[in-house]
């Protein structure tokens, strides 16, 4: 096991965009996995019966929540569009140095614009549902 | 091409046919999430702050109890996917890679678990 080749050593690369945008790849990817404790939280809350979920909503509710939220959001928002432009790369499509710039910098404009709704919606009518 | 060579060094971790199935399930479960995350997404927020009753009535519907089960065995089959490469990629002492990547198969599914479990006792405990 020990002769397997190994990846690359991050920090001997100059870092650019289409670098950056891989390792925040799987950084997201590393990252919702963790976030999926908050959704299991949630669930478990409900399934424990109204007392427990009324105490999730609340911690649910707090700051630091809203904020690790946005963040999982923008992951979340990022690993799926970053996940459909490698699905293209695996198709064939999109290999062609300016193709993968302009496709990674929609990437992070659809993600930032994705979370932005999302969290315009929840302040605009997140209480009143 | 030598039994001693690189390729055969790695064979001996993990097969041909391991590494392409690793492939090829974690296209397909990606695929299967697009879908399935976005309406996680669209439904969290119109469960937003709701109230208990509304939340448990929501989950018991039988679409989304199975959804939510699709999902949660989807996701966590992805997660442990993804994070198997990472951890194989950047984790460079054996006993620690070992540890870590039984760990995270354990997690996974411990998580799978949790949600399909929580799922269905909302699912079935509903009046």
């Not at chain 1, 809350?45 to 109204?50: I, S, T």
């Not at chain 1, 700051?63 to 699905?87: D, E, Q």
């Not at chain 2, 492939?23 to 969290?44: C, D, F, K, M, N």
């Not at chain 2, 994070?83 to 354990?106: C, W």
Request: proline fraction near 4%; include cysteine; hydrophobic fraction near 55%.
């Amino acid at each position: 096991m020990a002769d397997n080749p190994l990846s690359p050593h991050l920090q001997v690369y100059q870092p650019q965009l289409t670098s950056v945008l891989s390792i925040t790849h799987r950084a997201t990817g590393v990252f919702l996995s963790f976030g999926t404790v908050l959704l299991l939280f949630w669930l478990l809350a409900a399934a424990a019966g109204p007392a427990t979920y009324e105490t999730a909503q609340r911690i649910l509710s707090w700051p630091v929540s809203i904020l690790a939220m946005m963040g999982w959001s923008f992951a979340l928002f990022y690993h799926l569009c970053n996940g459909v432009r490698h699905l293209f790369w695996d198709a064939g499509m999109g290999f062609e140095l300016s193709a993968a710039y302009r496709s990674g910098y929609t990437v992070v404009g659809v993600s930032f614009v994705l979370t932005s709704i999302t969290w315009l919606y929840v302040f605009l009518f997140g209480g009143s549902s | 091409m030598s039994s001693s060579g690189p390729l055969s060094k790695i064979m001996s971790f993990v097969t041909a046919g391991e590494a392409v199935q690793h492939w090829s399930h974690q296209r397909l479960t990606a695929i299967a999430l697009i879908p399935l995350v976005l309406w996680l997404v669209i439904s969290l927020l119109s469960q937003f702050a709701a109230p208990y009753e509304s939340v448990v009535s929501w989950i018991s519907s039988p679409v989304v109890t199975v959804l939510f089960i699709v999902l949660f065995v989807v996701m966590f089959y992805h997660a442990k996917l993804g994070l198997q490469v990472v951890i194989e990629d950047y984790i460079h002492t054996d006993k620690t890679k070992v540890a870590v990547l039984l760990f995270t198969k354990f997690a996974t599914i411990a998580g799978a678990i949790a949600g399909v479990g929580a799922v269905l006792t909302i699912s079935l405990g509903a009046p």
